[in-house]
């Protein structure tokens, strides 16, 4: 049982996961309660517990810049579409949901093909 937690803590999958959950329920709050949405962002305070890793080795760090790269490109395309569909949202908040959505989403990808 300690090997197969160790297992799930140390996995890319889940950290990525994790981010694209959080960031998608962040999302959906901000929307429906406003700024007080937000709240949600105290979730990621859990990621610590949840992922945990010493040693990274350099294919890792390789596919986690890459996945930061692929990241800033996602999250200007899509910051400009909620600039233009929701243009009364907080633009900050908006922005940091976003940009955990997409690292998380971008990360689960490049892990999967890479």
């Not at 490109?73 to 949901?97: D, K």
Request: glycine share 8%.
């Amino acid at each position: 049982m300690r090997s197969f937690m160790k297992n799930i803590r140390e996995n890319m999958y889940v950290r990525f996961g994790y981010e694209t959950f959080v960031g998608l329920i962040g999302f959906i709050s901000l929307l429906i309660f406003g700024e007080k949405g937000m709240s949600v962002m105290a979730l990621i305070a859990f990621l610590p517990l949840i992922h945990w890793k010493k040693h990274f080795d350099e294919r890792e760090y390789q596919l986690f810049y890459k996945a930061g790269n692929y990241t800033f490109v996602t999250v200007y395309l899509g910051m400009l579409l909620i600039y233009f569909l929701f243009p009364s949202m907080n633009f900050i908040c908006a922005l940091a949901l976003v940009s955990l959505f997409f690292h998380g989403l971008c990360g689960l990808i490049v892990f999967l093909t890479g």
